[in-house]
């Protein structure tokens, strides 16, 4: 069993399933199986075209190819649903590989060796799409020779077929490299944009402290120039003035007059910019809606979800100030690096502090854990636990993202698999029981 599970891991890991649901969509398939189905119709219907391809056994291999868009248009429209998504997909492309060979035994030359070249381009392009792996290979290559040699018909056509084959084979290793590439890049994208968003929300931090030193600098300038007015207003209207020097003193009045309407202006400005940019959230209530997000509900009947996050013990009402977007990013991170490693669940654990004047949440997966060699340094920048496919980015973008919250993120003991414990400060307003 661990063998078997270790063979689909390496299908659902062979190939980029958005680039997938880019190139393939359910509009594309609907159109493709039209023109197959036409062609059928034609092969079958049409005397002059089936005398000349020699097709039989029509309805059977309709309802075969018919399978096959099924199977795709199930697997488009389970996509969120990784383990079933991953297993119609494999079924549909077992069911066009073998219904091309099906094709080539129920027609006769030259429309057999056509269908043998339509099954060799099928074929390397399935190679480009998926690295190699065993369940493909048994579809693509396995499953159509098997048919080829079981129905025995002639020589060419177990060659045309072995041809198929290879070129799947050839096309899947050759393509490795550029796919990795394309993830990769997708990859440091992603990374990138997160840091991007990161490096915005410091500098709105920043300016929100400006704006504060800025706004405290004009209250205590409009504060000085009130006894600057009344001192100018005093001298004004003592007698024995010239009337240039009144005049002076008028003009002196209006200029700070004109000066503190100015910093009145300034300060209410600045507090209406602080004001919108104070932001705060409630703890317990953004967690269970993150982890709903993170961990969608299993339609009746369908299998457990391969990974599952859930909130477990007291959940303490607590009000963070700050972006409950750094929080979801955060945590976002930190349940798919847990995924990526292998584990099935993440649970995290709340509690306050002392003096009510911050919280803690522990996180916990039961994955193989995090190697003692990169503890130390794991939550920094390009540092990952993965063999494969990690950049880096993940664990320190989630380090970041709690500091803007005033918080701290630092790995933990676990005897399971890898914990983190996650610090943030506010203030606390009664505790509530939270269920996963």
């Given at each position: 069993m661990r063998g078997l599970a270790e063979l689909w891991a390496g299908f659902s890991r062979c190939y980029d399933p958005e680039r997938l649901r880019r190139e393939v969509r359910p509009s594309a398939v609907l159109a493709f199986a039209a023109f197959v189905l036409a062609v059928l119709f034609a092969m079958s219907g049409v005397d002059s075209v089936r005398s000349?391809?020699?097709?039989?056994?029509?309805?059977?291999?309709?309802?075969?190819?018919?399978?096959?868009?099924?199977?795709?248009?199930?697997?488009?429209?389970l996509w969120d649903r990784r383990t079933a998504r991953d297993a119609l997909a494999l079924a549909g492309v077992a069911a066009y590989c073998a219904f091309v060979p099906l094709v080539m035994l129920a027609t006769t030359s030259p429309t057999r060796y056509v269908f043998g070249l339509l099954f060799g381009q099928m074929a390397a392009d399935y190679g480009r799409r998926f690295s190699f792996n065993w369940p493909m290979v048994g579809a693509v290559t396995a499953l159509p020779l098997a048919i080829a040699l079981i129905a025995w018909r002639d020589f060419a056509l177990v060659v045309l077929v072995a041809f198929g084959a290879m070129m799947h084979v050839y096309a899947s290793l050759t393509t490795r490299g550029q796919r990795r590439l394309v993830q990769e890049k997708a990859g440091l994208e992603s990374a990138f944009e997160l840091a991007d968003r990161v490096a915005s929300s410091s500098v709105d931090i920043a300016f929100s402290a400006t704006l504060a030193e800025a706004g405290a600098f004009a209250h205590h300038l409009s504060n000085a120039m009130t006894p600057v007015l009344s001192n100018i207003r005093f001298v004004r209207e003592t007698g024995g003035l010239d009337p240039e020097a009144r005049e002076a003193l008028v003009e002196a009045e209006r200029g700070a007059r004109r000066s503190v309407e100015l910093l009145t202006r300034l300060l209410e400005t600045l507090r209406a910019r602080s004001e919108s940019s104070r932001l705060t959230f409630e703890l317990s209530e953004t967690l269970c809606s993150l982890v709903g997000a993170l961990s969608p509900a299993s339609p009746a009947g369908a299998a457990a979800p391969p990974f599952a996050v859930r909130v477990e013990g007291e959940v303490p009402r607590f009000v963070v100030k700050g972006d409950p977007e750094h929080l979801r990013l955060a945590l976002e991170n930190l349940a798919r690096n847990s995924r990526e490693a292998g584990a099935r669940s993440l649970v995290i654990r709340g509690k306050l502090l002392s003096a009510g004047e911050g919280v803690?949440?522990?996180l916990e997966d039961d994955g193989p854990g995090i190697p003692e060699p990169l503890r130390p340094q794991l939550l920094q920048a390009l540092v990952t636990s993965q063999k494969s496919g990690g950049h880096g980015f993940g664990l320190y973008l989630s380090r970041r993202l709690v500091e803007l919250l005033g918080g701290r993120l630092v790995l933990g003991a676990s005897d399971h698999g890898a914990a983190f414990e996650l610090q943030l400060p506010g203030s606390v307003l009664v505790a509530c029981k939270a269920g996963g």
């Open positions: 000349f391809t020699g097709f039989h056994h029509a309805s059977e291999l309709v309802a075969l190819f018919v399978l096959g868009v099924c199977l795709d248009l199930a697997s488009h429209r803690q949440l522990w």
